[in-house]
C-alpha cells in the first residue's frame, strides 16, 4: 500500500486505538510486564506525535520516484517514533508519566509495532477492499 | 545544412503513448508546453510552434533556427534545461542524425533540407500486425458474406421484438461481459465475492482461460511460466484483497518443501523493496495456477460464452444488445441491462520501416515482433550462431536478451546490437524526484510509479482535467524497464565482452542483403554518417497499441454512438469507468484496460488496475441497486474471504 497523508492519519487513528490499545491493556493489566496505566499515556502520546510525524513522511515521500513507503521506511520510522519519545521523556517528562523502565517501555513499544505492522498488512486488507486503492483511507 | 533549405524532420516517441511522430516543419521551430509563450513570428518568419506535454518544459522551452546555414538550438533560459547529444548545453548546433531531450521528450533529427521533404514516412498509425488468434472453428471469412448483424442495428435502439423475429437464439441476462479476458475475469470475480448468482452473468469471449491470451503474449515475449512477471506481490488477479500475497503464497510453499532461505528472502523483498531489495514479482506459472483455482470456485466456465462479438447496440427497453458469431456462420445475440467492456489490446504496434520490410520481402522470418511467436529465432541462433538487432528498450527488449543470453551459452556465436533512437542521458524528473538510469536503460521497478496504483499520484491523475492528464501522464510514463540484477549484470557483461554493443541513430531504411538477410542503415550523429548494420534477424520489441479505432468492435460502437474519445484517443470514462454517454434508462457500460487509457487512472493494463476499475464500476452499480449486488465491506468481506481461503463458492 502507498499512503497519502489522508491515508496515514486515519490508518494511525484506526490502528492505535483497536490493535495498538488491545496490545497496551496487556501491559496496563500486568499480564505482561509491571502492570500500570503509565503504557496508556506512553501510546496515546505516540499516537499525537505520530500525526504530526505523518506530515514528515509524506514529505519526504515525495522525494522518492514512485512516491512509496516500503515496510523498512517504516520500521526505520518506528525506531525513530521510539526513540523521540524515549528523549523527551527523559529530558523534559510528559503529564502522565512519571516513571518509565526503559526495558518494559521497549517491550511493549515493540509489541504494538509490529502487531499495527501485521494488522495493516492482512487484517486491513481483508476487512477494508478499497483501503489499499486510497492510500489508507478506509472512512 | 545548406542555406536557403529551411525545412527539418523532428522524430520522437510521445511519452504518453509511444506512438511515433515525425513532423516535417519549416524553420524556424519553437518547443515548449504554451503556445501562447512562444513567439508567433522572428524577424518577420513565422515560427512553428510545437507544443509538447510534460511539467517538466518550460512554457517556451527551446528554439531551433538556420544560423548561417547551421541548424541551432538554443535553450530559452528553461527551468529543466536541453540536452543535446546526452550533454547539457544551452545552445548548440546539430546535424541530421543528432537528438536532443528536453523533459520526457527525446527528439531526433530524422533529415534536413530537401531530403527531409522526399523522404516519405509511413505513420506509426498505420503500422500495426494483428496478434495472433486463437483458431476459429469458422471456415469461411464470414463477415464479408453474412448478413449478420442485422438491419435493426442500424438504428439508435434495437427493438428486442425484432432480435427475436430474427429466428437467431437470444438470451437476456443482467450482467454480461465483452472480452472473456483478464479485464472481464476481475470484473466477473468482484460480481460473484459481491453477491451475484452465476446464473445472471454470461461473458463472451474467444477463449476459455481467461489468461489465454495474456499467456501467449508472455510466452512468444519470452517469458515462460518459471519466469517473473512485472507484477506486485499483492497485484492477485485471483484475490480481491491481494491477501496473502503471491510473496506470502511463495514463501509458505518454500517454507513447507524445507527451502527457509529463500522463503525468508521473499519476505524480506517485500519489506524491503524496491530500496534496500530487489522488487519481489510471481512466477507467470503461480499465477495462472492461482487464476484456475478462482476460476473454478465462481463457475467461469458457466458463465463464459464462446464468440466473437460483431455489434453492441441499445434496446428500446434500458438495456444493451450484443451481436456475436460463434463460428460457423452461427450466430446469436445477448441482452443484457449492465455492460463491461474489456477486449485488450486490438493490434501490436510495429515500427514502420519493419514493416514496409516485411510487405517488400514478403519475410517474416527475420524481421519479427517481440510479441509474435518467434521461437525460430532463438533456435536457429543456438545453431547456427549469429546477430541479431533488437529494436526498443522496455522490459520485453530486457527479457529477450536474458533469452539471448542463455542462447549464448549453448552457442557463444551470438551477438547483439541495440538499437537506440537516442541516448538517455537521464530519467524522467516529477516534482523533486528522478527516475534511474543505466547504460540508456531507464528503471522503475513497474510500468507506473507505484503511488499511480493507490498513492497521491492517483489521487492527482483523478482531479486533473483531461488535458493535465495528458501532460502528468507523459511526465511518469515512458519506456522503462524494471531495475533487476541479472539483468543489468548480462548488460554489462556483454558491453564488457563485446557481445552486446548498443548504438545509436535514426533508421534510414532496411533491406535485404544479397543473401536476404536483412541490413539497417542508420544515421549516426556526428560527421560519420550513415552506417550499416548487418543481422540475421531483427526483433521489434516497441510494444502494443490500445487505439479504439483499430478494434472494429469499438470503433463501430464509437462511431454510431458518437462516443467521445479521450486526449489520447482511447474511450472517455468516468472516475467509475463507466461510458457515460452509453446510459440507456437503467443501462450502464462500463469499460477497463488499455481501451481506457488516458483516463483518470495511469495503470488501467495492470491486474491491480483492472482490479481498481472493477470496484470502481462494481461500486457504482451497487449504488445504482443493480440486482442482488451488495456492496463489499468489514465483516461480510471477512465472511467472503473465508470462502476463499476454504475455496467454496461466494
Ligand atoms: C507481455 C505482457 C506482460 C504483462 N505483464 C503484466 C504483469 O506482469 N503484471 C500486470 O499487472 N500486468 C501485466 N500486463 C498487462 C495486463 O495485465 C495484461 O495485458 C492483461 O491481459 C490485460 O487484460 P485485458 O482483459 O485488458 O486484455 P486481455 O487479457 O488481452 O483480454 C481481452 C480479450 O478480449 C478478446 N476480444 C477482443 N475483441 C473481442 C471481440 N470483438 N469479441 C470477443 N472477444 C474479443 C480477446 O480475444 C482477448 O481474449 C502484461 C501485458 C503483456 C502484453
Known amino acids: 500500500m502507498t499512503p497519502t497523508l489522508l491515508g496515514r492519519w486515519q490508518t494511525r487513528i484506526l490502528l492505535f486505538q483497536t490493535v495498538g490499545l488491545l496490545v497496551t491493556l496487556l501491559f496496563t493489566e500486568g499480564v505482561i510486564g509491571p502492570g500500570g496505566g503509565v503504557f496508556l499515556w506512553v501510546l496515546e502520546y505516540l499516537f499525537i506525535f505520530g500525526l504530526g510525524w505523518d506530515v514528515l513522511y509524506n514529505y519526504l515521500q515525495k522525494f522518492r520516484w514512485d512516491r512509496d513507503w516500503p515496510g523498512a521506511l517504516q520500521l526505520a520510522a518506528g525506531v525513530w517514533e521510539a526513540f523521540f519519545i524515549v528523549l523527551v521523556i527523559g529530558f523534559f517528562g510528559l503529564p502522565g508519566i512519571f516513571f518509565l523502565d526503559l526495558g518494559w517501555f521497549l517491550v511493549h513499544y515493540s509489541l504494538v509495532w509490529l502487531a499495527i505492522y501485521i494488522a495493516s498488512q492482512s487484517l486491513m486488507r481483508i476487512l477494508f477492499p478499497r483501503w489499499r486503492f486510497r492510500g489508507g483511507v478506509w472512512l | 545544412m545548406r542555406s536557403g533549405t529551411s525545412q527539418i524532420r523532428l522524430s520522437w516517441q510521445e511519452p504518453a503513448t509511444g506512438e511515433l511522430r515525425e513532423p516535417l516543419l519549416t524553420l524556424p521551430v519553437a518547443l515548449g508546453r504554451v503556445l501562447d509563450q512562444m513567439p508567433a513570428q522572428l524577424q518577420g518568419q513565422p515560427v512553428s510552434r510545437i507544443v509538447l506535454d510534460s511539467g517538466q518544459l518550460s512554457r517556451f522551452h527551446a528554439l531551433l533556427t538556420l544560423e548561417q546555414g547551421n541548424l541551432t538550438l538554443t535553450d530559452q533560459n528553461s527551468t529543466n534545461g536541453t540536452w543535446i547529444n546526452g550533454v547539457r548545453q544551452t545552445r548548440g548546433i546539430l546535424n541530421s542524425g543528432d537528438s536532443f531531450q528536453i523533459g520526457p521528450y527525446r527528439i531526433g533529427i530524422v533529415a534536413a533540407g530537401a531530403r527531409a521533404a522526399a523522404r516519405t514516412v509511413r505513420s506509426s498509425e498505420e503500422s500495426f500486425i494483428q496478434l495472433d488468434e486463437p483458431n476459429e472453428p469458422e471456415q469461411a471469412p464470414e463477415r464479408a458474406t453474412s448478413n449478420f448483424p442485422p438491419a435493426c442495428f442500424r438504428s439508435q435502439q434495437v427493438r428486442v421484438q425484432d432480435l427475436y423475429a430474427t429466428g437467431l437464439p437470444v438470451e437476456e441476462i443482467d450482467y454480461a461481459g465483452v472480452g472473456a479476458g483478464l479485464g472481464s475475469f476481475i470484473w466477473v470475480d468482484y460480481l460473484r465475492n459481491f453477491g451475484v448468482s452465476r446464473q445472471q452473468i454470461k461473458v463472451v469471449g474467444l477463449e476459455l482461460e481467461p489468461y489465454a491470451k495474456y499467456q501467449r503474449l508472455c510466452l512468444n515475449s519470452q517469458i515462460p511460466a518459471h519466469e517473473r512477471l512485472r507484477s506486485n506481490s499483492d497485484s492477485c488477479p485471483d484475490n480481491l484483497w491481494g491477501w496473502p500475497s503471491y510473496a506470502l503464497r511463495e514463501a509458505w510453499h518454500d517454507f513447507q518443501k524445507g527451502s527457509m532461505a529463500s522463503a525468508w528472502r521473499y519476505l524480506w523483498q517485500v519489506f524491503a523493496e524496491p530500496t534496500l531489495a530487489e522488487t519481489y514479482t510471481p512466477r507467470a506459472g503461480n499465477v495462472f495456477a492461482s487464476i484456475d483455482r478462482e476460476a473454478a470456485r465462481i463457475g467461469w466456465e458457466q458463465m463464459y460464452q464462446y464468440g466473437r462479438v460483431q455489434a453492441i447496440r441499445k434496446t428500446n427497453d434500458g438495456r444493451y444488445a450484443i451481436a456475436y458469431s ?291 464500476a462494481v461500486d457504482s452499480l451497487a449504488a445504482a441497486r443493480a440486482p442482488r449486488l451488495k456492496s463489499l465491506k468489514g465483516w461480510a468481506s471477512y465472511k467472503q474471504w473465508l470462502k476463499w481461503v476454504r475455496n467454496q463458492a461466494p
Open chain 2, 326 to 616: 460463434r463460428g460457423r456462420g452461427d450466430h446469436a445475440f445477448l441482452v443484457t441491462r449492465y455492460l463491461h467492456l474489456a477486449t485488450g489490446y486490438p493490434v501490436v504496434k510495429f515500427l514502420p520501416d519493419l514493416q514496409e520490410y516485411r510487405e517488400r520481402t514478403n519475410n517474416f522470418k527475420s524481421v519479427v515482433n517481440a510479441y509474435e511467436a518467434h521461437d525460430h529465432v532463438y533456435q536457429q541462433l543456438e545453431r547456427q550462431g549469429g546477430t541479431v538487432v533488437i529494436r526498443g528498450r522496455g522490459i520485453v527488449a530486457s527479457r529477450i536478451i536474458q533469452r539471448l543470453y542463455e542462447a549464448r551459452r549453448r552457442n557463444p556465436n551470438i551477438a547483439l546490437l541495440h538499437l537506440m533512437r537516442s541516448p538517455k542521458p537521464q530519467g524522467n524528473k516529477f516534482g523533486t524526484a528522478q527516475r534511474t538510469v543505466e547504460n540508456h536503460f531507464e528503471f522503475q521497478p513497474f510500468n507506473w510509479p507505484k503511488a499511480c496504483w493507490g498513492g497521491e499520484l492517483r489521487v492527482q491523475l483523478e482531479q486533473a482535467s483531461p488535458e493535465q492528464r495528458r501532460s502528468l501522464i507523459s511526465d511518469w510514463g515512458g519506456t522503462t524497464t524494471a531495475d533487476r540484477g541479472d539483468w543489468k549484470q548480462i548488460v554489462q557483461e556483454g558491453l564488457n565482452q563485446g557481445w552486446y554493443q548498443i548504438n545509436f541513430g535514426e533508421v534510414i531504411r532496411v533491406e535485404p542483403d544479397p543473401q536476404g538477410r536483412p541490413t539497417t542503415y542508420i544515421r549516426e550523429k556526428g560527421p560519420k554518417g550513415e552506417i550499416k548494420l548487418d543481422a540475421d534477424f531483427i526483433i521489434d520489441a516497441t510494444g502494443l497499441d490500445g487505439k479504439v479505432k483499430s478494434s472494429p468492435l469499438l470503433n463501430d460502437l464509437v462511431t454510431h454512438y458518437n462516443l467521445p474519445l479521450n486526449p489520447l484517443d482511447r474511450l472517455a470514462v468516468t472516475n467509475h469507468f463507466e461510458v457515460a454517454e452509453m446510459r440507456n434508462d437503467r443501462g450502464r457500460v462500463y469499460a477497463a484496460g488499455a481501451i481506457t487509457f488516458g483516463g483518470p487512472y495511469a495503470a488501467v493494463d495492470s491486474f491491480l488496475g483492472l482490479q481498481y476499475s472493477a470496484l470502481w
